[in-house]
């Protein structure tokens, strides 16, 4: 039996173990053992939790007893570059492993839901140009009068029927548990679509919708860092209330409306050619056209706004109240 095999069996039967325990358990060093699991986990076959000195492995949940995957190459090529589920005990698993697992889970057939969901996504396509997604028509449905030039996604946060998208998951993810590296995985795969609108709308100044609520590790501050942009900083502040309201708590677009309004504001006078505006979710949109509204007001701007989110809605007022 192939040292890979062995490892499958003993975690399958012991639920988890250690890399030196592995070691022991195949007669094999410790190096020996790290190469084998480090392909198994490339594979999605194994997952590991927990951080040095304590780190454990385990099957992968996709893994499922009976479960026969028959999928089309080119089904296979699509779900692996676009599907991702985080599993409630925090399992980040990616492609048609990821797939299976929430098949399984949701009681789904496998090979009907695989064809429905790469319609889906080719459904949601169109609504794709030069790989961004306009969100002003969104934006005219829901206000009687809109401040920004342009409004674009970088992704719809969820689709119908089968939930959060790759970057709906990763945002919703990095942004709660505050943890580094998960925003940094979502800052590395966001990167370069952000640099090209830069690029493509001859962008002179940047700002930062600020967040409202206090965390260790705030996503927008961590974004702005990573994102290393060489740009102009355009100065936003979020006013601090007695009692702190969140956008995502609101359901009434009036009430997000004065929310937007009163509490963030544009702490500067200077004049400005190009400015994006980037948030984390566009739900409304009350935030970006509020924040435009007050730099027109201030008549800070030589040329257009353009407005950039990392997901959005699809529908016209849908509140995102997770993220």
Same mark, same amino acid.
């Given at each position: ?6 490892? /499958? ?26 190469? &084998?699991?480090?392909? %198994? %986990? ?32 080119? &089904? ?31 009681? &789904? ?56 998208? /790759?970057?709906?998951?990763?945002? %919703? ?50 974004? &702005? /860092? ?81 407005? %950039? ?15």
């Amino acid at each position: 039996m192939k040292t890979s095999e062995r490892i /499958k069996q003993y975690l399958s039967k012991n639920q988890q173990a250690t890399g030196h325990e592995l070691a022991d358990y195949l007669g094999i060093t410790d190096r020996a053992v790290r190469k &084998q699991l480090a392909a %198994l %986990l490339v594979k999605n076959l194994v997952v590991k939790k927990g951080r040095p000195p304590k780190v454990f492995y385990q099957l992968a949940a996709a893994i499922i007893p009976g479960v026969s995957v028959s999928l089309s190459p080119k &089904q296979t090529e699509i779900i692996d570059a676009n599907y991702l589920i985080i599993t409630p005990s925090g399992e980040k698993m990616t492609g048609v492993p990821g797939f299976v697992y929430w098949c399984v889970k949701t009681n &789904q057939p496998l090979e009907k839901t695989a064809r429905d969901y790469v319609s889906a996504l080719v459904k949601y396509q169109r609504y794709r140009r030069y790989g961004l997604i306009s969100g002003m028509s969104k934006l005219k449905e829901t206000f009687g009068r809109v401040y920004l030039d342009k409004l674009y996604y970088l992704d719809f946060y969820s689709l119908e029927r089968f939930g959060k998208t /790759k970057l709906g998951q990763l945002l %919703l993810y990095a942004k709660q548990s505050q943890d580094k590296k998960l925003i940094g995985e979502l800052v590395d795969g966001i990167k370069k679509q952000i640099k090209t609108v830069i690029a493509d709308n001859k962008i002179s100044s940047v700002g930062f919708i600020p967040p409202t609520v206090k965390r260790q590790v705030q996503l927008m501050k961590e974004l &702005q /860092k990573k994102l290393r942009l060489n740009l102009r900083p355009l100065a936003l502040t979020k006013i601090k209330t007695s009692v702190i309201v969140p956008q995502k708590t609101l359901t009434k677009l009036p009430d997000r409306i004065e929310n937007a309004r009163q509490t963030i504001i544009v702490d500067e006078r200077g004049k400005h050619n190009n400015i994006l505006l980037i948030d984390d979710a566009v739900g409304s949109g009350a935030t970006l056209n509020e924040t435009a509204a007050q730099i027109r007001a201030k008549k800070m701007i030589k040329g257009k706004i353009i407005g %950039l989110a990392i997901t959005g809605s699809f529908k016209g007022f849908e509140v995102i109240s997770e993220v």
